[in-house]
């Protein structure tokens, strides 16, 4: 889904996304960008450009029985795969109106896709698999201009975005934000990087994860490592390291593997990852941030923990 924040890269551009709860919209009323500071009766940003469109694909439907009550409940019987991006969540209904949204993990051309979790329907013949998802281009000028860049150590978003659209018949109303970024940065774990700190990763993987390798709890503990640096004050795209942001998400996805555990290994890992997000970041700042906006990478300043 699209409740993410996103990230605009400085003289690059890209697309703003939207994924409408409500289903597929039939049409887009408008879509408008504002400062994140700047109420909707404001100036709005002249950041994109052209008309907003509802993705093409998946628009397609189930050709055979599929979900609750079959042999493998995760697959998808479709009758065409066109467009469907592992990792992406689509929204999957019934001609009575039951809904799910479902997160792809692997795809045979064609024929079908698998999804992380078994289904909670039953899908027949005639039943949707579709995108819901709307796009709009960024504006290459704006998303040149240095003078729109987003605060560097901000975990807050700098930009506000209004999506107005129709589904089935009703006008829905929705925001979403972005920054544009000096860096979009992130993480590059891989599961080489992991086997290294966790080994026997592969092994130990729940279920419904082993088939994409871990690539949703990978996600999950990169999610945690920003809200927890969002916590302080931190933004992570300011953060100038990337090794330091990788092994951060190693420690917090070994955390997260063992925390259901009732052996003490899950406040072993935790403990762990507090305390290297301490040294690095929530106690003694070392880690170089850009503060400036400039790119730039600055040496994080030394709190005392008594200042804490």
């Not at 240095?146 to 978003?157: A, K, L, Q, T, Y």
């Not at 082993?210 to 999950?220: F, N």
Request: aromatic content about 8%; proline content about 3%; overall charge negative.
């Amino acid at each position: 889904m699209s409740r993410r924040r996103q990230g605009i890269v400085l003289g690059v551009g890209g697309s703003l996304i939207w994924d409408c709860p409500e289903g597929r919209p039939d049409s887009v009323t408008s879509v408008t960008v504002f400062a994140a500071a700047e109420s909707d009766d404001g100036t709005a940003e002249g950041a994109t450009t052209g008309s907003a469109a509802i993705e093409a694909n998946p628009d397609t439907t189930f050709d055979g029985d599929s979900g609750d009550g079959q042999a493998d409940p995760r697959v998808c019987a479709i009758a065409a795969t066109t467009g469907i991006v592992v990792g992406r969540e689509y929204l999957l209904e019934t001609a009575t109106g039951l809904r799910e949204w479902a997160e792809v993990v692997a795809i045979d051309a064609g024929v079908s896709a698998t999804v992380r979790h078994p289904l909670s329907n039953a899908y027949v013949a005639a039943d949707t698999f579709v995108s819901t998802r709307i796009t709009i281009a960024i504006d290459g000028t704006w998303a040149a201009d240095e003078n729109n860049v987003s605060d560097s150590i901000s975990p807050h978003s700098g930009y506000r975005v209004r999506w107005v659209y129709v589904v089935d018949g009703t006008t829905c109303v929705h925001d979403s934000y972005f920054d544009l970024l000096r860096y979009d940065s992130g993480h590059s774990v891989t599961r080489e990087m992991i086997e290294e700190e966790i080994p026997g990763f592969r092994e130990i993987l729940p279920t419904y994860h082993s088939q994409d390798q871990g690539s949703g709890l990978i996600s999950a503990a990169w999610r945690r490592v920003q809200a927890d640096l969002a916590a302080m004050d931190l933004d992570a795209d300011a953060i100038r390291s990337e090794e330091i942001l990788n092994l951060a998400v190693v420690k917090a996805l070994k955390s997260k593997l063992y925390e259901h555990r009732v052996d003490g290994l899950f406040e072993r890992f935790e403990s762990a990852y507090q305390t290297y997000m301490d040294q690095h970041f929530r106690i003694v700042q070392r880690t170089p941030v850009d503060v400036s906006g400039g790119g730039a990478a600055q040496q994080g300043q030394t709190t005392s923990i008594l200042s804490r």
